[in-house]
Structures are given as C-alpha cells and as structure tokens.
C-alpha cells in the first residue's frame, strides 16, 4: 500500500512563488510517474504537470514557463516549484502517484494554494 502526503501549500499574492511537496511512503519497489492535478471551486480536476521516474517531465500550457516539476527518487518525493503566480491559479493541488510493476494509482489529499490579487 501506497501513502501520499503533500504539503507546501498557502496563501501568496499574484506574483509571488511556492513550492509543494508530495512524499510516498509505505510497500512498493518503486515509483514510475509522479503528477500534479488540481482543482479549483466548480471545475473539474485537471492535470498540472507529470515526472517519470527518468525525469521526464510534462507541463499544461497554462503552467508551462512558470511551474517546474522535480523529484528526488531516493525519497520518493515530488515538488512543484510554482512561480509568477496568478489568482488563477488558486485550488486544491493534489498529488498522485503510480507504483511501479502494478501501476496502482494513489492519491494524497491535497493542499490548498490561494494566491491573492
């Protein structure tokens, strides 16, 4: 079983940076893909950014230049280091992640990012 924890989140003016945290823990070989989602008041979760465990990252075009994805696999744990930020970007980030071999899906059960105009 997988355990998923992020923290990091809070309350920042527009323009300001945070940086997120999502660490795994519990019985698995390892961790394949590490994401960021996140969801704001009535709308749907939508996915952030993505690392494999090469350091392969993905970014949504909304993100791309002003967010950075990263991990550190000896520690199972992923960042999201978010910069320039827009109130726009205000929600509750959560963190999922993939077990390698099975695939199994786990994740935690956010953090709230609200970023101030």
């Known amino acids: 079983q997988v355990h998923v924890v992020e923290s990091g989140g809070g309350l920042v003016q527009a323009g300001g940076s945070l940086r997120l945290s999502c660490a795994a823990s519990?019985?698995?070989?390892?961790?394949?893909?590490m994401s960021w989602y996140r969801q704001a008041p009535g709308k749907q979760r939508e996915l952030v950014a993505t690392?494999?465990?090469?350091?392969?990252?993905n970014y949504a075009e909304s993100v791309k230049g002003r967010f950075t994805i990263s991990r550190d696999s000896d520690k199972n744990t992923a960042y999201l280091q978010m910069s320039s930020l827009k109130p726009e970007d205000t929600a509750v980030y959560f963190c999922?992640?993939?077990?390698?071999?099975?695939?199994?899906?786990?994740w935690g059960q956010g953090t709230q990012v609200t970023v101030s105009s």
């Open positions: 690392i494999s465990s090469g350091g392969i990252t």
């Open positions: 999922k992640v993939n077990r390698m071999g099975d695939g199994a899906t786990t």
């Open positions: 519990g019985s698995f070989f390892g961790i394949s893909v």
